[in-house]
């Protein structure tokens, strides 16, 4: 037995028994060779599904086809492999946060088949997030086949997502700064190196398997002046279009949730919305990636309304497919969105100013694209750098930074958190690394009860009081009812000094008189988070524990800190 575990953990390897990095590039590199093998299946999977479907096109029902998709994707989720609807990124963010990086292996696949089903049936959405939460999950299990440690299993879980999402875009920058960035959320050495490596070899399995090309080629632009400065607009239309994609997302995942439907049947009646609007703009279905190579290269030739329109029908869709129970993620309809906001944004600017020269609207479809990445995730630098190398685009870097920088201060105005992120901050699930959130989430009020206190009841003289004192090396003493044994209060030495130093008062002052009534108290399942903001709001030192009226201890300031100062060692240590 001793021998087997050996095997399994490499960690008690000579090689690795003083340095673990070692140990985590060399599991970063099969995790990310797995998730571009996951990526590329599902990549695959889609073609053949669309050029299936295609064949349907000229029917008049088949506006349904997406209906279809999304009710299997759906039954399949809930049916067979258990788990809900949705894209998946935020249970990975939430098992970073909470749970050191612990997902299920059913999770490495069941995405997969799903989001197929939805997406290569005309649903509006993208095959990336459900190749994250594959990576990730793969990421995981492979950690936990080893008996990694949750720091470990961590960082394999961001090189899982950044393995995943390098190898579908062919792009292993913007995979690494997706994983540190979005899902770990933790720029350390000890996480970037082993996330490097997974994200070069998922792009090197793509690379081998699909060859080696930009998915979005575009003409050179010749840039001046007056077009960066130009961007600035886009920015602001990039932002009010992301802000209105997480709304309606949102809302249609609220408004689904009122009708007394199964999943399932909820799921086609989206699925269904979409291939109507289909029918009349079929720039809306699927993930779009045809659609975003015409607009980058100034070849969609529509006017003005038709674009705007396009627009609207792509958020429109894309709500309706993820918000009434398909599954699949958000990237690849914000490229859609993205560059049907920045041609517009160039008919915009051609009608109101017909002299200037402007820039091919392949440019501003190329920084819509960015702005709607970096609106929606808040993630400023993956939308930089995915840009940037699935367009090849690095001459357009400086407009770039600017639209992916502002349109994310002006989503963090209106939508603090971003949309992987807002339900896990309303929550209070969204533990970051090395946060006090983080650090405390281990810890719990039970465990840091101080009992060795000195109970006392409201009917003791303060002569008899006086007697504790000398013995207590405490200064806190809970009073109880010698009737009842309910607590009543506390009495604080601080507070009764006065009375203490005035023998005449020993005999004729009772505890009950003098105790503090009106006291703040801890209930064993608070959050030690708030229990510590309650005591630095309050000025508090020590607080009581009850439950049912019953004292069980006290919880204090200088235990919390002590064993916050342990557990982030723990946490922190490399």
Same mark, same amino acid.
């Given at each position: ?49 669309? $050029? ?30 258990? *788990? ?6 935020? *249970? ?58 949750? @720091? ?236 940037? $190398? ?89 009073? *109880? ?15 009764? @000094? ?21 006291? *703040? ?54």
């Amino acid at each position: 037995m001793r021998i087997l575990r050996s095997w399994r953990y490499p960690g008690n390897w000579p090689i690795f028994r003083f340095d673990d990095r070692l140990l985590l590039i060399l599991m970063a590199a099969i995790v990310g060779n797995f998730s571009g093998l996951a990526s590329v299946a599902l990549n695959r999977s889609l073609v053949m599904m669309s $050029e299936w479907i295609h064949h349907f096109r000229h029917y008049w029902w088949v506006f349904v086809l997406p209906a279809v998709g999304a009710a299997l994707s759906s039954l399949f989720l809930e049916k067979v492999v258990n *788990e809900g609807a949705g894209h998946g990124v935020p *249970e990975v963010i939430y098992s970073v946060s909470r749970y050191g990086g612990l997902l299920r292996f059913r999770s490495s696949f069941s995405r997969l088949i799903s989001s197929c089903l939805t997406i290569g049936s005309g649903g509006s959405a993208g095959p990336e997030a459900p190749v994250v939460i594959s990576g990730a999950a793969i990421g995981s299990n492979i950690a936990k086949y080893f008996s990694l440690n949750d @720091r470990q299993r961590v960082t394999l879980v961001g090189c899982g997502a950044a393995g995943a999402i390098s190898s579908i875009f062919n792009a292993p920058i913007a995979g690494m700064v997706f994983a540190v960035e979005v899902i770990v959320g933790e720029w350390k050495s000890v996480n970037i190196v082993p996330i490097a490596i997974a994200s070069v070899a998922g792009t090197e399995i793509s690379r081998l398997l699909q060859g080696n090309q930009i998915p979005f080629s575009h003409h050179l632009f010749n840039i001046d002046l007056l077009n960066i400065f130009a961007c600035l607009g886009l920015a602001v239309m990039s932002a009010a279009a992301s802000i209105l994609l997480t709304r309606m997302l949102r809302s249609m995942h609220t408004v689904s949730h009122k009708v007394s439907a199964p999943i399932w049947i909820r799921a086609a009646m989206g699925g269904c919305a979409v291939g109507v609007i289909g029918l009349f703009l079929p720039v809306v279905l699927g993930e779009g990636y045809h659609s975003v190579k015409i607009l980058i290269e100034g070849e969609y030739g529509q006017v003005l309304a038709v674009v705007a329109l396009a627009s609207f029908a792509k958020i429109a869709a894309t709500a309706l497919t993820l918000g009434w129970g398909g599954s699949g993620g958000i990237f690849a309809p914000c490229l859609v969105i993205g560059s049907l906001v920045g041609v517009t944004y160039h008919h915009l600017l051609a009608l109101f100013w017909p002299s200037v020269s402007w820039v091919n609207e392949g440019y501003y479809a190329l920084l819509g694209m960015a702005g709607l990445i970096s609106g929606m995730l808040q993630a400023p630098l993956t939308g930089v750098f995915l840009i940037i $190398e699935i367009t090849g685009g690095w001459e357009v870097i400086l407009p770039l930074i600017m639209v992916s920088a502002v349109t994310t201060t002006l989503c963090h105005y209106f939508e603090p958190a971003s949309y992987y992120l807002k339900d896990l901050v309303e929550h209070g699930h969204l533990l970051r690394p090395g946060t006090d959130a983080r650090v405390l989430s281990d810890l719990n009020v039970t465990e840091l009860i101080e009992k060795d206190c000195i109970i006392v009841n409201q009917n003791m003289l303060l002569r008899d009081f006086v007697d504790i004192i000398k013995i207590s090396p405490r200064n806190y003493f809970p009073v *109880e009812d010698d009737q009842t044994g309910n607590f009543l209060g506390i009495i604080h030495l601080d507070d009764i @000094r006065p009375y203490l130093f005035d023998p005449v008062m020993y005999d004729a002052v009772f505890l009950g008189q003098i105790m503090n009534t009106k006291v *703040e108290v801890v209930h064993p399942d608070d959050d030690l988070l708030d229990v510590v903001r309650k005591m630095d709001m309050k000025g508090l030192f020590s607080m009581p524990v009850v439950v049912n009226n019953r004292f069980l201890g006290l919880i204090s300031k200088a235990t919390i800190l002590d064993q916050y100062r342990k557990e982030l060692m723990v946490q922190t240590s490399h």
